[in-house]
């Protein structure tokens, strides 16, 4: 059973500036979802990466829906500035 495509944006991207510019984020880039348990102001937080690259974070409102998937991976939709907004679907491992 697949899940379907939810879009968000990625908060904290201003405070991961310099991380966003590094990895270089385009349209159609795949990105990874990764729990932080030990997140020292959030245990419950789920960052988002490209590569190496710790970009940014779901945001709180999203995160029941992202949390039930165990392994999500996102496409970047749309790009601007400071920042990126996502599909997230699963992907399987091979597409990351």
């Known amino acids: 059973m697949t899940n ?3 879009q ?3 908060a904290g991207v201003k405070f991961r500036l ?3 510019v590094r990895a270089n984020v385009t ?3 795949k990105l990874t979802l990764k729990p932080e348990p030990t997140n020292e102001f959030d245990p419950n ?5 490209k ?3 710790h970009i940014g974070y779901v945001r709180r409102c999203w995160r029941p829906a992202v949390v039930p998937v165990a392994t999500v991976g996102c496409v970047v939709c749309s790009v601007w500035g ?3 907004s996502v599909n ?3 992907l399987d491992a091979a597409q990351l």
């Open 45 to 49: 937080a789920i960052g988002v990466y």
């Open 88 to 90: 997230a679907t699963r």
């Open 27 to 29: 349209y159609g880039d």
């Open 18 to 20: 310099a991380s966003f």
């Open 82 to 84: 400071k920042g990126c």
């Open 51 to 53: 590569g190496e690259h």
């Open 8 to 10: 968000f944006e990625v």
């Open 4 to 6: 379907p495509p939810m």
